[in-house]
């Protein structure tokens, strides 16, 4: 079992950056599909970017094109997540997650990934 911690949460102002990372440890990462999911305040937890442990495919929700990027550190066992041009909007607990499945696809759904890390508290401020 993959266990995954997410780090580099806080506070920031509108327009802002920050970079989220979740170190994985205790198992074989090479055919995980990676996510990173946030859930706001009184809402549902959404997905937010995914990416293959290996190869170069990736993929992010349209309200984060262009404004997130997600990456990985094979040597350090991290997945990163870089979020540029923060509005309160993104304000939300992230959480990273891995996929056992090694499907073809990538998957939105929350029911698809099978670790969870505790989440990390982003907020920015107007």
């Known amino acids: 079992q993959v266990q995954l911690v997410e780090s580099g949460g806080g506070l920031v102002q509108a327009g802002g950056s920050l970079s989220l990372s979740c170190s994985a440890s205790?198992?074989?990462?090479?055919?995980?599909?990676m996510a990173w999911f946030r859930q706001a305040p009184g809402k549902a937890r959404e997905f937010v970017a995914t990416i293959r442990w290996s190869g170069e495919d990736a993929g992010c929700r349209s309200s984060v094109k262009g404004r997130f990027t997600i990456s990985r550190d094979n040597a350090k066992n991290t997945i990163n997540l870089h979020m540029n041009s923060l509005t309160p909007e993104d304000t939300a607990v992230y959480f990273c997650?891995?996929?056992?499945?090694?499907?073809?696809?990538?998957?939105?759904?929350?029911?698809?990934?099978?670790?969870w890390g505790q989440g990390t508290q982003v907020t920015v401020s107007s």
């Open positions: 205790g198992g074989t990462f090479s055919r995980l599909i």
């Open positions: 997650a891995a996929d056992y499945s090694r499907r073809s696809t990538f998957s939105v759904s929350e029911t698809s990934y099978n670790a």
